[in-house]
């Protein structure tokens, strides 16, 4: 999918032979037991507070890792392979979908999320080198060989929701907005510490990285300034960032809002200590 966009004689097409399975749960060994309603009901009060208070512009997302072994909600799997931030972007906007690693089509998120091996092509950096993102080989391959991934084939599925219509626990929260909305994520999940928090970025495979995979394992917040391929590869406004949040630091980031909410926000967008202008 990569080439087909690269492609500068336009030669390559990709062309879907077998239609998609619409849903995949009819291969579960066990049952899928949805959340109950009132795991329900705290996740949309999430979402309700993060819009409102926020005033976001699309809908927080529900990230799911499947494990191996793990049963599979019914959800709709997309008809053509998508790439991971593809789906992230989508469920901004209100679609939920499931996908195998048969239906990821960047093999780098699929690797990085345990659903894969790295192709040789981008284990050796060349891949990169080609699409001008870095000078030599050596860089590309240094960048690979550092980046953290989970274990090979520890995931089977990664599900990706509107978080006020989450059928399953989600393991993070992502947010996409501009950035003055993570500067008030970021108060309110230090409200009560005024602890100055570090993020790891680094603008290559950020949405499987950095909005992802590192709130996942460290089990800490971490933003993202979006990378070459979520940004070529959707309506992504350049104004727009990304944040991650583990489940777990939700309860804490959602009071810190509350509170935000009904003084320094407002007062901060009314500019209310913009001095007259003569």
């Keep these: 999918m990569t080439c087909v966009g690269k492609c500068p004689q336009g030669a390559i097409e990709i062309h879907q032979g077998e239609p998609a399975e619409r849903y995949l749960d009819k291969h579960n060994k066990s049952p899928f037991i949805s959340l109950s309603e009132e795991e329900a009901l705290i996740y949309a009060g999430y979402a309700a507070r993060l819009e409102e208070t926020l005033m976001l512009r699309s809908r927080p997302v529900a990230v799911s890792l499947i494990r191996k072994g793990e049963p599979l909600p019914h959800i709709p799997v997309p008809r053509v392979k998508l790439r991971?931030?593809?789906?992230?972007?989508?469920?901004?906007?209100?679609?939920?979908?499931?996908?195998?690693a048969s239906s990821h089509s960047c093999p780098d998120g699929a690797s990085i999320l345990g659903m894969g091996k790295v192709p040789r092509k981008l284990a050796t950096g060349e891949i990169y080198v080609q699409l001008g993102k870095l000078a030599t080989r050596e860089a590309a391959e240094k960048m690979v060989a550092e980046r953290p991934a989970l274990p090979e084939e520890s995931i089977c599925a990664t599900l990706l929701t509107p978080l006020d219509k989450a059928v399953m626990?989600?393991?993070?929260?992502?947010?996409?907005?501009?950035?003055?909305?993570?500067?008030?994520?970021?108060?309110?999940?230090?409200?009560?510490?005024?602890?100055?928090?570090?993020?790891?970025?680094?603008?290559?495979?950020?949405q499987c990285i950095e909005t992802t995979l590192i709130p996942y394992t460290t089990?800490?917040?971490?933003?993202?300034?979006?990378?070459?391929?979520?940004?070529?590869?959707?309506?992504?406004?350049?104004?727009?960032?990304f944040m991650g949040i583990p489940l777990e630091k939700m309860p804490t980031v959602i009071e810190g809002l509350r509170h935000?909410?009904?003084?320094?926000?407002?007062?901060?967008?009314?500019?209310?200590?913009l001095p007259p202008l003569i």
């Excluded at 991971?84 to 195998?100: D, E, F, H």
């Design 169 to 206: 626990k989600p393991d993070v929260i992502a947010v996409i907005a501009p950035p003055e909305t993570m500067m008030w994520l970021c108060m309110a999940s230090t409200y009560y510490t005024g602890k100055r928090p570090s993020f790891e970025m680094s603008s290559y495979n950020a």
């Design 219 to 241: 089990g800490e917040m971490n933003t993202s300034l979006g990378c070459y391929g979520c940004r070529a590869i959707s309506d992504l406004g350049e104004e727009m960032m």
């Design 84 to 100: 991971y931030c593809q789906a992230l972007i989508m469920a901004r906007r209100g679609i939920s979908t499931l996908m195998t």
């Design 260 to 273: 935000l909410g009904k003084k320094a926000i407002r007062d901060c967008r009314a500019k209310v200590y």
